[in-house]
Every structure is written in C-alpha cells, then in structure tokens.
C-alpha cells in the first residue's frame, strides 16, 4: 500500500535559518506529491505539490523536488520566519482510481526569533 | 468566499451521548472527507464520499456513522460517545482526487472532548 514518511519532529530554529524537512514515500505507480501546511488553530491548506518526477513545486519561498530514484519529496526554505511556525504535512495521490490522499504524520515547526 | 464551514466548533461530551458534526461545503465539490488529528498519528480518515448519496469507510471508519444526503453536506454521526473519541475532527472537499485535482480544503476543525 501506500504510505508517507516524514522526519519526525518537533523543529526549533532560529529566524533565517535554513529549512529542511523530510519525507518519503513508498508508493505504485507515478503518484502526486504534496505538502500541506497547518497555522495554529486552523485547517490544512495546499503548500505545493509536484505531479511528476524532477518537478519542482514552489510557494512562499518554499521548495520541493520529486525524486522519484531516492522516492523523496524533501520541503525546503532557505530563510525561515516566525510566520512560518506551523505543522507541515507531506501527502501523496497514487493516481487515477484513488478516492484519497495518503498524510504523513506531520512535522511541527517552531521559528524563535 | 465561504469554503468548508464545520459546526460546532467546540464541543464537549459525556460517555454514551450521541451527537452529529456538521460540514458544508460551497464549492460543489463531489468528494468530501472526514479526519480526525490526534497528536502523534498526523490525520487518519474515517469516512469519505465521493458523491450525494454515496460513502465509504476510511482507514478508522469504527464509532462513526455518516451521511451525504446532499451534495453541499456531509454529516459525522458519533452515536455512542467513548473517552477514545476525544480528537480535533477535520472536514474536506475536492474536486476529485485521482483526477488531477487533488486539491483538498479543509474546514478549520472541530475540537471534541468525550468525558
């Protein structure tokens, strides 16, 4: 089946430093890549996400690459702000015939000033 | 623009109470889910729909029932409350997964605590 996994958490780093979460993936196929982000006290919203392999998703200074030789889907950003503590989660769509995304646990970050 | 709207918002319970979380959704958009958030174990779902009058069981579908009598609905039936049942229930929608819009929205959460 499928499944994601991500580096576990939490992550405390200081303003402008540099971002990176991890995350894995075992899945069939040519699956979708996403990450999701939480803000305190809200619901999920899309981050980004990559379709196929070598796509590069983007948004607000955040970055993934989908790779599909080591099965990671790693979210990085290189000037981390206090607005950005929040929970990120990375998920996958495997694809036509599938009815739902398949959520890593999540990987709470905190950014001190 | 409204989006996903979850009631209520809080909501606390005793053992054995029944009691029925409410999403709609103003997007027309043919899937909705329910999850629930526990600390550690990220977001599981329960139960989804891929249409009016459709559902089906999720990876904790236990406890819970659920409806989709109209479109723009999907309604969370705890019938018979447990302690085990206190999570943050999380409701979404989507175009369609699997279908090149694997967008969800998500509603801002249901805070539920089982007594």
């Known amino acids: 089946g499928n499944s994601v996994t991500q580096m576990e958490g939490p992550v405390t780093l200081s303003e402008e430093a540099f971002l990176t979460i991890n995350c894995t993936y075992t899945a069939t196929g040519y699956p979708s890549l996403f990450w999701y982000v939480q803000y305190p006290g809200e619901g999920l919203q899309l981050l980004l996400k990559?379709?196929?392999?070598?796509d590069k998703g983007s948004n607000k200074g955040f970055e993934a690459t989908y790779r599909k030789e080591t099965t990671s889907f790693h979210l990085e950003k290189g000037s981390v702000q206090v607005s950005d503590s929040a929970v990120y989660f990375c998920a996958l769509d495997s694809g036509a015939g599938s009815y739902q995304l398949t959520f890593g646990k999540g990987t709470k970050l905190s950014v001190i000033p | 623009n409204a989006g996903v709207t979850q009631t209520p918002k809080f909501r606390v319970l005793k053992t054995g109470q029944s009691m029925t979380l409410l999403c709609a959704q103003d997007?027309?958009?043919?899937?909705m889910y329910w999850y629930r958030q526990d600390p550690g174990m990220g977001l599981r779902l329960i139960h989804y729909?891929?249409?009016?009058?459709?559902?089906a069981k999720g990876e904790v579908p236990d406890g819970y029932n659920v409806s989709r009598l109209k479109k723009q609905n999907f309604l969370l039936g705890l019938e018979s409350a447990a302690p085990s049942q206190t999570s943050v229930y999380f409701c979404?929608?989507?175009?369609?997964?699997?279908?090149?819009?694997?967008?969800?929205?998500f509603g801002s959460g249901t805070q539920l605590s089982v007594l």
């Open positions: 979404a929608s989507s175009i369609g997964i699997g279908q090149g819009n694997e967008k969800l929205f």
């Open positions: 997007m027309n958009h043919e899937y």
């Open positions: 729909s891929v249409g009016e009058g459709t559902t």
């Open positions: 990559a379709t196929k392999a070598d």
